[in-house]
C-alpha cells in the first residue's frame, strides 16, 4: 500500500492547498487518512460496527426474546423470506406457514411447512414492550410476522429462535472481549510501564515472570481458573468473574509488547533532544512520548481483542465459561457439539460463522491500523 | 558450547519451579479441599451423617491441614522423588495409574502434529515467497488468516459434518471401537496411526498457518540480500541457490518458535479432543476440571508444561547448532 505522501512541489492552487491540509493535518486526522486508504481494514471495520449495534439494540432487532420459546417449531429449519412461489409472485416477501399433522409412523405430531399458508413478512410490528439495553423503552421490532412467528435461522431443540438469540449473543460475547481488553490493557500498562519505567532488576524479573506465565498453554490455563468459579454463582457474576479471568490471563503479551514499545521510543531522537533542552521528564512523557504511543496501543488492543472472543468461545462451548442461561456464541455452540446435532440440525453452527467473521474482521483492522499508526512512517 | 548448554538447562530449571508453583496455585482455587469431596463421595447416600469434626479427621489423616507451603513441597517432592502425582478423587486411585499411557498417546500425537506443520509449512512457505503475488500466494494468505479466525475446534466440527455427510463415516477418536480397551500390538499401533493423522492435522492447523507465514516473512528478507543477488551473478542455479542461502535461514525463526507452537497445539488440545473424542491427556484434562479433580487437572497442566518447556530448550539448542551466531552472542 502506498503511504500517504506530502504532495510534490508545485504551483497550481489546488496542489498547494493539498499540500497546506497535508502539513496542517493533526496525527489522528493523518492516521484516519492512511487507514481510509486500507480498504480491507475499512470494509471489516464497517462489518464490526454493524455486528455492534445488531448486538447492542438487539432488543430491536431481534423479533424475539433470546429465551422466548415456540413450542410449534422445535428444531425447526430456516425460514428464508421470498417471493414467488408455486402459487406466483408477489411483490412482499413471505415464507409459508406451518400445519401440525401426525406422522404416519411414529404417529406423533410434528410441525410441516404448508406451501398453501403465505405469512407476509411485515416491518416494525408490534410487539411487547422491552427496554432497549435496560432503559430505552421499545414497542416495535424491526420485522416479524402477524399472528405467526418468523424462524429466519430455524430454533433449536427447545424451539428459540436463532437468529435472535445469536444477536443476543453476539453482545455478550463482544462486550466480554471489550472488558477483558480493558482489564488486561489495565494491569499491562501498570506491569509492562513499571517495567519500562524503573528497567535494571524490575524490569528483569518481569520480563522472566511473564515468560515464564507464557510457558503454560493460555487455554488449559483459562480453563483452570474458569473451573474454579463456584457452580452457584449467577450469571452475572459468571460474567464478570469471565471478564477478570481473560484479562489476568491475557496481560503478559501486552505487557511485554508495552514495555519494548517504551523503550524503543524513549530512545528516539526527539526524545533525547526534548531532554537536552531542559525538559522535565513529566513534559516528555505527556508531550512527546504518549502521543506516538498511544496510536500503537490501540493497535495492540485490537490485535489482542481475536484472542479474547476465541477464549470466550472456547471455554463456554466445553461447559466452562458462561453458562445457560447467558447467552453467547459459546453457549449456543455447546447445542452444536455432538455430531447427531449439527446433522440433524446445521443451522445450530451459524453462531460460528459470526465468531470466524467476527475474529476476520477484528484482525484486518489490525493490520490496517498497524499500517497507519504511525503516520509519519511514509513521508519521512 | 557447555557454558550456554548450562546456562540454558538451568533456566530451565528455574521456569519449571515457578510453573509447578503456579499449577499448584490453581489447583488450590476452587472452593472445597480434598476432603470436602472425598466426604462426599464416601458416605453420600449411605444414610450417614457426616460431620465437620468428621471432615476435619480427614483432612488431618489426609495431611491436607498443614500449610499450603509444606504441601506444595510434598506434592512437588513426591512428584520429583518418587513421580507419584497424588490420587484422584473421582477413582480413587493413583493419577499416575489414571494417566497411564495416555502420556504417550499425547507425545505421539504432538510429534505427528509437529512432522506435518514442519513438513507442509517450510516448503509450502518458501515456495510463496518465491512465487510472491502469484494466485497461490494470495490463496494461502487468506488461508493463513482463516487460521487464525476458524479455530481449531470449529474445524473439527466441520471436518465432522462433511465427513459424515459425505463419507457417512465418523472420523473421530484415536482407535477403531473394538480397538480401545486391548492390549498393544503391531495391529493396534497400525489403528493408531490410520486413526492419528486427522487429529493431527486439525491440532496443526493454526500453527500451520502462522508457519507458513513466518517462513514466506523471512523468505522474502533473504531474497532480497546481496549474497542472493552475487550467487545468481556467479550463475548459480536458481534451485540449488535458493537451498544454500535464503532457505537455510528461512528455518531458523521455524526451529525458534517449536516451543511456541508445541504451546499452541496444547492449548487447543482439550477442546479438540472433547470434539474429536480423543483419549489422551487433553480431554482428561477438560474432564478433570468439569469434575473438579484438581489432583488429575494439576498433574496433566504439569507435565504438559514440562513438555512445552523442554521443547524450549530443545529448540534452544537447535538454533545454537543451526546458527552459531546466537551462542557468540549469549
Known amino acids: ?380 | 558450547m557447555a557454558r550456554f548448554f548450562v546456562e540454558r538447562f538451568l533456566g530451565m530449571l528455574v521456569t519449571l519451579f515457578v510453573v509447578s508453583i503456579m499449577v499448584f496455585i490453581i489447583m488450590e482455587l476452587p472452593p472445597g479441599d480434598y476432603a470436602d469431596r472425598f466426604a462426599f463421595r464416601k458416605f453420600s447416600g449411605l444414610g450417614i451423617t457426616v460431620t465437620e469434626a468428621d471432615i476435619q479427621a480427614i483432612r488431618v489423616e489426609l495431611g491436607l491441614d498443614r500449610p499450603a507451603v509444606e504441601r506444595y513441597f510434598s506434592w512437588i517432592g513426591n512428584i520429583v522423588l518418587r513421580g507419584d502425582f497424588g490420587m484422584a478423587y473421582a477413582f480413587e486411585t493413583p493419577v499416575t495409574r489414571v494417566i497411564g499411557d495416555k502420556g504417550w498417546l499425547t507425545l505421539g500425537l504432538l510429534v505427528v502434529t509437529l512432522l506435518i506443520t514442519y513438513v507442509v509449512a517450510i516448503p509450502v512457505g518458501i515456495y510463496a515467497a518465491v512465487r510472491r503475488g502469484s494466485a497461490p500466494d494470495y490463496a494461502l494468505t487468506v488461508v493463513s488468516y482463516l487460521g487464525l479466525a476458524l479455530p481449531n475446534f470449529m474445524l473439527a466440527l466441520v471436518l465432522l459434518y462433511f465427513a459424515n455427510r459425505w463419507f457417512g463415516a465418523s472420523i473421530g477418536g484415536l482407535f477403531s471401537p473394538g480397538m480401545q480397551q486391548a492390549p498393544w500390538s503391531p495391529a493396534k499401533l497400525w489403528d493408531l496411526i490410520t486413526h492419528m493423522w486427522l487429529p493431527a492435522l486439525v491440532l496443526a492447523w493454526s500453527a500451520l498457518a502462522y508457519q507458513i507465514q513466518t517462513v514466506r516473512a523471512t523468505m522474502l528478507d533473504e531474497l532480497g540480500k546481496l549474497s542472493v543477488v552475487a550467487a545468481r551473478a556467479r550463475g548459480v542455479p536458481e534451485g540449488k541457490l535458493l537451498v544454500k542461502y535464503p532457505a537455510r535461514l528461512a528455518v531458523n525463526p521455524v526451529v525458534s518458535t517449536i516451543g511456541f507452537d508445541v504451546n499452541r497445539i496444547f492449548s487447543e488440545l482439550p477442546i479438540v479432543a472433547a470434539v474429536l473424542g480423543l483419549t489422551e491427556l487433553g480431554e482428561l484434562l477438560l474432564r478433570a476440571y468439569l469434575d473438579l479433580d484438581m489432583n488429575v487437572a494439576g498433574a496433566i497442566l504439569l507435565i504438559l508444561t514440562t513438555i512445552i518447556v523442554v521443547m524450549n530448550f530443545v529448540s534452544d539448542l537447535l538454533l545454537a547448532w543451526l546458527d552459531p551466531r546466537i551462542k557468540l552472542g549469549g
Open chain 1, 1 to 380: 500500500m502506498a503511504a500517504i505522501e506530502p504532495p510534490r512541489r508545485s504551483q497550481t492552487d489546488s496542489e498547494r492547498r493539498a499540500r497546506e491540509r497535508y502539513y496542517s493535518a493533526s496525527q489522528w486526522t493523518l492516521i484516519w487518512w492512511r487507514f481510509r486508504r486500507h480498504r480491507m481494514a475499512m470494509a471489516g471495520a464497517a462489518v464490526l460496527l454493524t455486528m455492534a449495534l445488531l448486538g447492542l439494540f438487539a432488543e430491536f432487532f431481534a423479533p424475539y426474546g433470546p429465551t422466548q420459546r415456540n413450542a410449534t417449531y422445535l428444531n425447526g429449519p430456516p425460514q428464508m423470506p421470498m417471493f414467488c412461489d408455486h402459487n406466483g409472485c408477489t411483490l412482499r416477501p413471505f415464507v409459508h406457514g406451518t400445519r401440525t399433522e401426525r406422522d404416519p409412523v411414529t404417529l406423533r405430531s410434528r410441525t410441516v411447512p404448508d406451501p398453501e399458508i403465505r405469512n407476509h413478512l411485515q416491518f416494525f410490528v408490534e410487539a411487547p414492550r422491552t427496554r432497549l439495553m435496560g432503559f430505552i423503552p421499545v414497542e416495535r421490532r424491526l420485522f416479524g410476522l402477524e399472528g405467526a412467528q418468523l424462524h429466519l435461522w430455524g430454533t433449536d431443540s427447545l424451539g428459540r429462535d436463532i437468529f435472535s438469540r445469536t444477536l443476543y449473543a453476539t453482545r455478550t460475547s463482544l462486550s466480554i472481549g471489550v472488558l477483558g481488553v480493558l482489564i488486561s490493557f489495565f494491569l499491562a500498562l501498570s506491569i509492562g510501564g513499571a517495567a519500562g519505567y524503573f528497567g535494571g532488576a524490575a524490569d528483569y524479573a518481569i520480563q522472566r515472570l511473564t515468560e515464564i506465565i507464557r510457558v503454560i498453554p493460555v487455554i488449559p490455563l483459562y480453563m483452570g481458573l474458569a473451573a474454579a468459579m463456584p457452580r452457584e454463582w449467577s450469571t452475572t457474576q459468571v460474567y464478570f468473574a469471565m471478564t477478570l479471568i481473560l484479562g489476568a490471563v491475557g496481560w503478559p503479551t501486552l505487557a511485554r509488547r508495552i514495555r519494548s514499545q517504551l523503550l524503543s521510543i524513549r530512545s528516539e531522537d526527539y526524545v533525547t533532544a526534548a531532554r537536552l533542552s531542559g525538559a522535565r521528564s513529566s513534559r516528555i512523557i505527556a508531550q512527546h512520548m504518549l502521543p506516538s504511543f498511544t496510536s500503537f496501543i490501540i493497535v495492540d488492543l485490537v490485535i489482542s481483542f481475536p484472542y479474547m472472543i476465541l477464549a470466550e468461545t472456547a471455554l463456554s462451548f466445553v461447559g466452562l465459561g458462561l453458562r445457560p442461561p447467558a447467552v453467547s456464541w459459546g453457549v449456543m455452540l455447546q447445542d452444536a457439539q455432538s455430531i447427531r446435532a449439527i446433522e440433524q440440525a446445521p443451522w445450530l453452527f451459524i453462531p460460528a460463522g459470526f465468531v470466524v467473521v467476527a475474529v476476520l474482521a477484528f484482525t484486518v483492522i489490525g493490520d490496517g491500523l498497524r499500517d497507519a499508526a504511525d503516520p509519519y512512517a511514509g513521508a519521512r
